[in-house]
């Protein structure tokens, strides 16, 4: 009995390594630390009613964020890693396997569970607030798609200690993903965490359309509207026409594995480069999803700090959304190497480097901007700034990679993972954190110390530049990706060194943003926010930091661009608007579906990771009732605020004056 | 406290950084292997290259010059003289330019990039007065089989070949995809179970060159890599012989120890099965597969028993050979 | 018309057609899926021919389905639903003939 | 351009936007998605179509049958068009009736497509057989998944029906699923071109 039971757990749990036998260890003592603490302090109560069963866009946006960051610091421990295991030749720091299984959970990991759902959390915190909206379209969906997105992560992340993590890479390319090379459950924990994430992301994209087209405030035409919304809105087009592909491609690939399919496999007809083609037909679109909304950022963070409206308005809108159409017409760019033949690749070296330039004429406006503006230099806009540098150089090497018969000699080499890590830190992480800062007093109602913040900026900048310059050089010198070791004789070692270092001057960087964040709650008295820290242009910046509840008290007229600022400067010559009437105000009531369905989700999804139908069939049925429970039962899903309870809010937050 | 000393601190040090960050890339010791081609291919690629990044720094550098110097001059600061327009947010004329420009070199650059395209397309032979020889490659798990079929002989992780003659490299796979790819040659092309790719190299340069796998194809991957000894035509004979001559023999059986997973030595055979790469690129048909409605829209012809082996490796050759190039066009009505 | 539902959301999706724009869509349909069937069985055309009537008819009654049955054209404002599916149908096109056109040079021996 | 606010029809409330309006189009958007879903089914079968690896290929479908699930399924298109003209004449009775036979159409037409694919796994067509028949089973299976889910969704609210009569939350539900149905059928219909016309002509 005994012996069975340790030869289960040895399959279960994976062994072996101190590191993680370290990394259970305290993942267990987190675990009861955490439990703990919300039972002596009676805190369950609080979680549930507050947090778990949220349907506020807000909170639920806070959420994300919270999870993205924990999601970064894994991600980063996992580069730090790999840095570590490729500073020097011969390192035996990572056994090669495990060195494959770290850079598969890092690239995955880094795109799906941090950028998405940070930008997803910025999302929600802003696009309601700017275009004075007083939630998303569908807020128990938007509650849905974080917990799915959450308990999606965590399934993603229980392959650390339980069964193994993938290792085929950030794509699981087959045939190597499939049964016959990867026998164990990584591939299906990779699979599921990122289905029932990506069911949730789907969601998300349909919600912010809907809310974006539907609920603007009167007289926000589309014209009017902040360039950050804007972004969101090109974003979730891409959302939505790329997800359904992702779904298909990774069910594929499941019923591959767990139904004796033969859809990429190599026996029986089934055709592996199928997988490429199909997995790069999201993959692509979905570096331009998690860009977009960067650059939406960027255009309200420079304009707000060069004190001027934003230039070419009209041609970043028209630019942002050819670039959500066009990035459905490049995949290919991804394998020029497969020998697809020249017609093909010629096709798609042209319509990628299309790209380039509706991303300059964004480069172009921005520059624009700030010319003839009046810049100050606090954080968001620090961020914004270093992007632009940053985002040339990614877009110079992007071009280059295009080249379909040059990419012969990059594919695959260091000057790719150099290319996408200045798009993906220099554009994409970059311009999160500008918004981050950006929007953090708006979230909690005060500002974090400037300071420490510069401290991270700075190191997180020349760390990149140390870290991913040297990265090109490398390519050119021949260096292929995802190598667990190489030899002295190759040349690589000086630059890998200096490469590593430059991963850890970022790692310090992370810990001086952890310090600042702290920093920020320890004295969040003396660094209370104003509703407008910042002098700023769109509406959020309109109503108190943080937002009460219902966002508006009364849903302003808007009349202008920069709405905020135009409102602000004829206060100045005295014309203020006539106040309107508070009204209750309509709410969704709190749901704990949304939790309970991605718990069963969890569950199911675990089953099939195994192939145990004692999970897979309780979950699913889980979901079904839940489902049925929402459709039957959700009459009276919502209430009202009344009239006085609106003004006493108000009076509270804003010292007496409505 | 004063904040302009910090700046530049800050500044003073990224410039230092990046100093000797360039410093490492040009000085430590490693080879700009893509810039150092040894054969018409590779140095055709290195051209193109060239072009095209000079074509986008045009307009990339400038950009990045106007950045700077836009922010050091529009910094607010106590008795600034640059001019402040809050409400100027468009111009007919500079939109055209920002537009007019990146359209302007991305033409440039498509057209540049179409035509090497079709030149350099991997399975087209090159010019040459020398007859080619043929290598056959399969990737494995994880270390390089090459044979070949004129000398009868076959090698594993090392790669002989006479410089001055243009090699046809026929490649497929005996395992997870991979990607062959000899930096001083000329770029890589993906090895493919149950396709036969063609890749057309040659040397230039008598020497001994770095070769890999760039594609990951599981656990020892980064042992997948080989040396490319480029020599004259006399030292390939004579290396030929004596591989004939001092070597064992690749048995079938030999050939199914080699499949295993497992990191590989360099080795040399005095011989090779027959037809052993035909049969790992049609290792997967099924016999009697013939389709009876084959043949409509764009198919490979389908494989049947009645087919040489041979032939089956020639036709399912994605961009293959000329005869696969021509059945293409005929698939494709 | 629903007139006497004094609910505030009676604009928007009810003039939904009548009972004969549902039976000249039904009429319709039926009579698209016929031609394709009889064409085929009886094979009565060569292949191109035979494939172009499949695909025409088929593209016919899908339009028919969105007129006829799923009123596409109802509502007032900009037709969101409209620009949505013409988008989609854009990169339904690209998914399909990409594919195609990519995968028929990396066809494995099968 | 949009104000949706603009009007709204409680008058006491700006924030307040049509519930059923924006559930009409959220599900349209959701249809559209689906669309997606299918298009990358039918690229994977395109793709993968002359692949049978020596196994049975198109010449094992059978026809009659599916030239019978095709007429089910286009009537029931059109019952669950009438059904929704019952509602909007505020007829619960009739709507019921109708929503009835369009669910009896739609468990026919599954009936059919099960016994289609018994039929075939015992003449050794099976899912596994190919990649073919992979690419075979998944697309047509995925439509028949998604029929089923509809007939349990119309299910479930002729119960709401049933209970709570046609309000406006019901009636906006209704019109979603017949969206949804004649969707169904649009879908259908390519799959008989592409799958079953297109594989034996
Ligand atoms: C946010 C992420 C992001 C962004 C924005 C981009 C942007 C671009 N990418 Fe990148 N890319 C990735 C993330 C990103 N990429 C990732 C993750 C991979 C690899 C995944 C993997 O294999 O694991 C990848 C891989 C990748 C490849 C595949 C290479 C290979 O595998 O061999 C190619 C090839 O064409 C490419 C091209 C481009 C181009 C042309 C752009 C363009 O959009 C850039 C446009 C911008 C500019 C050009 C700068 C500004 C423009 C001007 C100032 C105007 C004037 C300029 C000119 C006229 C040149 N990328
Ligand atoms: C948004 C996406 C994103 C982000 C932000 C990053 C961030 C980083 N990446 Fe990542 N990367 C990818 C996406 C991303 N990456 C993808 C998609 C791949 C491809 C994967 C594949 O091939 O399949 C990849 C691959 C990849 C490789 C190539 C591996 C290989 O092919 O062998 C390398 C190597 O240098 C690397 C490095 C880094 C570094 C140093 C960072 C740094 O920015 C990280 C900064 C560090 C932190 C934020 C950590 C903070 C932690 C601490 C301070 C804790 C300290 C404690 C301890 C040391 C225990 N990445
Ligand atoms: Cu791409």
Redesign the pocket.
Known sequence: MLDRLIEFAQFFFVTGDPLIYGAMVSIALATIAILFVLTYFKKWGWLWKNWLTTVDHKKVGIMYILASILM??R??????????Q?ALPDINFLHPEH?NQ???T???I??LF??MPLMFGLFNIAVPLQIGARDVAFPFLNALSFWLFFMGAMLFNLSFIIGGSPD????SYPPLSELQYSPGVGQNFYIWGIQISGIGSLATGINFIVTIIKMRAPGMTWMKMPMFTWSVFASCIIIIFAFPILTVTLALLFLDRFGGGHFFTLDMGGNPMMYINLIWMWGHPEVYI?VLPAFGIYSDVISTFAKKRLFGYKSMVFAMLIISVLSFFTWAHHFFTMGSGADVNAFFAISTMAIAIPTGVKVFNWLFTMYRGKLSFPTPMMWAIAFIPNFLIAGLTGVMLAVAPADFQFHNS?FL?AH??SA??GG??FGYFAGLYYWWPKMFGFSLPENLGKWAFWF?NI??YV??LP?YSLGLMGM?????TYGWDTGWAPLNFV??I???L??????FQ?AQIGMGIKHYRKLKASGDPWDARTLEWSIPSPAPEYNFATIPQVTDRDEWWEEKERRKQGIHKQEQPIEPIHMPKNSAIPFIMSVCWFVAGFGFVFGWLIFIIPGLLGVAACMIARSFYSYDADYYIPVDEVKRTEAAIRGGSV | MNKKPKAVIALVLTVLTVALIIWTCFFSGGSYWVFDSMGPIGQAQKELIIITTVLASVVILPVMVMTFVIIWRYRDRPGSKAKYKPHWDDSAKLETIWWGIPIIIIIAIGIITAKYTYDLEPSKPLASAQKPITIQVSSLDWKWLFMYPDEGIATVNTLTIPEDVPVRFELTSDAPMNSFWIPQLGGQIYTMSGMAMTLHLQADHPGTYYGSGAN?SGEHFAQMRFDVNAVTSDQYNQWVQQAKQENNPLTEDGYTALAQPGVGQKTTYSAFPEGLFQRIVTKYVVEGSENPHGGHGAHAPAVTETASAEAAAKTASAAGSEEGQASHSNAGH | MAQHHTGADSHGHEGHGSVKSYVIGFILSIVLTIIPLVVVLNHMMGKTATMVVILVTAVLQFIVQLFFFMHIREGDGPKWNVMTLILGVVILLTIVGGSIWIMTYNMVAH | MAQATSHHGHGHDHGHHDPQELKMLGFWIFLVTDVILFSTLFATFAVLRNNTAGGPGPEIFNMTGVILETFLLLTSSFTSGIAVLAMNKGNLKQLLAWLVVTVLLGLGFLGLEIYEFVEMVHEGATFMTSAYLSAFFTLVGTHGLHVSVGICWMIGLMIQLKRRGITDVTRGKISAISLYWHFLDAVWIFVLSVVYLMGVM
Do not use: E, P
């Open positions: 970064l610091f991600g980063g421990v996992d580069a730090l890693m790999m840095r570590a490729i060195y770290v850079f598969t890092h690239g995955t880094m795109i941090m950028a085929a890479g950030w794509l998690v260091y993972i996408f890590h993906l830190i994409v992480v997180w760390g990149f870290c991913f990265q292929t990706r995802r190598i667990s490469s590593t430059g991963a850890f970022m790692g310090i960087a992370f810990l952890v | 990951f």
